[in-house]
Structure formats: structure tokens, C-alpha cells
T-cell receptor, first 115, second 113 residues
């Protein structure tokens, strides 16, 4: 079974700083998807960024980028020029390509951006 | 805008009194999921539908049931809510092919008195 581990329960940075959230996972599969989801205090979960395991290039979405290290099974999220609106719970998640498309979530990292 | 809608946003029920939570989607996605999320925890998958095929997670209590009368709607029924069932319940949808992200609704916060 797949597992996802986020080792940082809480993080706090100043506005405009860069912050990196860590995520490691365990799987025996070769092809899969990895996601970072954001859940702000209003609670609606939204997708931040997605990475397909077969792609070597790291995904980027504006201020958000990932460092995907397949051999190390690591998938960290970097937020550049952090903004107050980035304050949220961030969940790393894994999904297999084959079979049932179920997300396996990490425990989450609560990120606070301070003014 | 296409979206996932959950009603009600807040639900208060009494211990043992059945309750139904509703989810609808305008995305026309094949798959609909129900998650339970307790405070400061990751969402826990209860079950999902692939079209009309129901898939229950092994550790989902029998107290939780679901119905999907059509593509757009899915319901979560809690037959006899206990205090431990107080949580946020999230509905999500996704396409099957290509495998893709899940789109989440805003959730229903259930309080059990």
C-alpha cells in the first residue's frame, strides 16, 4: 500500500519569503500522479499543482513549483514570494494511474504567512 | 461555472437521528467521492462511485451509506450518528480518463448533539 508522509506539521514565514514544504511517499509503482492540495481556513480544497511521475520536468504554476525526485520518492512544494492568501493547510497526495483512482493524502502541513 | 455543490453547509443532528448530506456536480464527471475530515487531519475516503458502481472502503462503518440516483447527485446517509461522526464531510468528483485531479466541494460540517 502507498503511504505519504509530510514531516512538517506547521510552518510559518513572513510575507514575500520563499517556503518549501516537504513530502515523501512510498510506492512500488512506476507510473503515478502526485498532487499538492491547498485547504484555506474556509475549508474548500483546491488543487495547487500536479506532477506525472513519467515526466522528468518539475511542474510549475506561477509562484508554485515542485522538486520531484523520483528515485528518492520525494515531492516538495516551493512557494515563492509568499502572500497572506497562501495561509492554509497543504496536503500532499498520491494517486495510482491503474485501478481505482483514489487519493492517498499526507497528514498535512499548516502554513501561516505573517504580514 | 462548473462546480461541486454541497448542501447544507452546516448540519446539526441529535445522537442517533438519521441525517442525509447532499452533493451535486455540474462537471459531468464519472466518479464521485465522499470523504470524512476531522479537525486538523487529512480527508479519509469513505466510498466512491464510478458511474453507478459503488466502492466501499474496507474500514468504512456500516453506519454510513450512499446513494447516487444519477450522474449529477450523490447522497451520504448516516443512519445513526454518534458523537464520533462529528466532522467535515467532503464530496469530490473526477473524470476517469485521463486520470486527473479531484474537484472538491466546500464541505458540510456535521455537529452531533
Amino acid at each position: 500500500a502507498q503511504t505519504v508522509t509530510q514531516s512538517q506539521p506547521e510552518m510559518s514565514v513572513q510575507e514575500a519569503e520563499t517556503v518549501t514544504l516537504s513530502c515523501t511517499y512510498d510506492t512500488s509503482e512506476n507510473n503515478y500522479y502526485l498532487f499538492w492540495y491547498k485547504q484555506p481556513p474556509s475549508r474548500q480544497m483546491i488543487l495547487v499543482i500536479r506532477q506525472e511521475a513519467y515526466k522528468q520536468q518539475n511542474a510549475t504554476e506561477n509562484r508554485f513549483s515542485v522538486n520531484f525526485q523520483k528515485a528518492a520518492k520525494s515531492f516538495s512544494l516551493k512557494i515563492s514570494d509568499s502572500q497572506l492568501g497562501d495561509t492554509a493547510m497543504y496536503f500532499c497526495a498520491f494517486m495510482t494511474i491503474q485501478g481505482a483512482q483514489k487519493l492517498v493524502f499526507g497528514q498535512g502541513t499548516r502554513l501561516t504567512i505573517n504580514p | 461555472d462548473a462546480m461541486v455543490i454541497q448542501n447544507p453547509r452546516y448540519q446539526v443532528t441529535q445522537f442517533g437521528k438519521p441525517v442525509t448530506l447532499s452533493c451535486s456536480q455540474t462537471l459531468n464527471h464519472n466518479v464521485m467521492y465522499w470523504y470524512q475530515q476531522k479537525s486538523s487531519q487529512a480527508p479519509k475516503l469513505l466510498f466512491h462511485y464510478y458511474d453507478k458502481d459503488f466502492n466501499n472502503e474496507a474500514d468504512t462503518p456500516d453506519n454510513f451509506q450512499s446513494r447516487r440516483p444519477n450522474t449529477s447527485f450523490c447522497f451520504l446517509d448516516i443512519r445513526s450518528p454518534g458523537l464520533g461522526d462529528a466532522a467535515m464531510y467532503l464530496c469530490a468528483t473526477s473524470r476517469v480518463y485521463p486520470a486527473n485531479e479531484q474537484f472538491f466541494g466546500p464541505g458540510t460540517r456535521l455537529t452531533v448533539l
